[in-house]
């Protein structure tokens, strides 16, 4: 099922929003504030489970430890998957960091595309040279960024 709910574009159409540069004043510098909160908070959230799987496997005759081999990724992508694909359109550090995603089209992040979306950042981070893409392209958006159509605004304007 697509979801087709647009954010409302205050003053007129969605793509002349994208026309007024205060929406981008220091994007790239929130961008890596966020990523360093997320990580805290990824690795706060594999602190809790660790011992919650462990328990699960006593009850499952060992069978829940074997979760233990996908856990940093399973963690990692259903909290970027309910966080950016939830109502803020942000993660908590993009939320701490006055940063949200938005999609060019006007229609919302789906739980899908913010997986995709991390899935693209790690695969452009084994190409180091890349992550330098924001300094050149329109908007300061990611390579990952252009190919799902998103670009990352400030949140209070």
Known sequence: ???????DAPGGS???RYDDWRLFEGVRTRR??????????????IVVAVPVIFLMGFATFGAAW??????TPMVALLYIGWTVGGQAQATIGMR???????????????????IVHAVLFWAQTAFLPLLLA?????????LHDLALGIVAVRSER
């Open 134 to 142: 924001p300094l050149f392209l329109e908007h300061k958006r990611t």
């Open 14 to 16: 969605y793509s002349d």
């Open 96 to 114: 701490i960091a006055g940063i949200r995603l938005e999609r060019y089209d006007g229609r919302r992040i789906d739980f899908i595309t913010a």
């Open 32 to 45: 890596i504030f966020a990523f360093l909160i997320d990580y805290a908070m990824v690795f706060i959230l």
């Open 1 to 7: 099922m697509q979801n087709t709910q647009t954010f």
């Open 66 to 71: 074997l979760l233990y081999t996908i856990l």
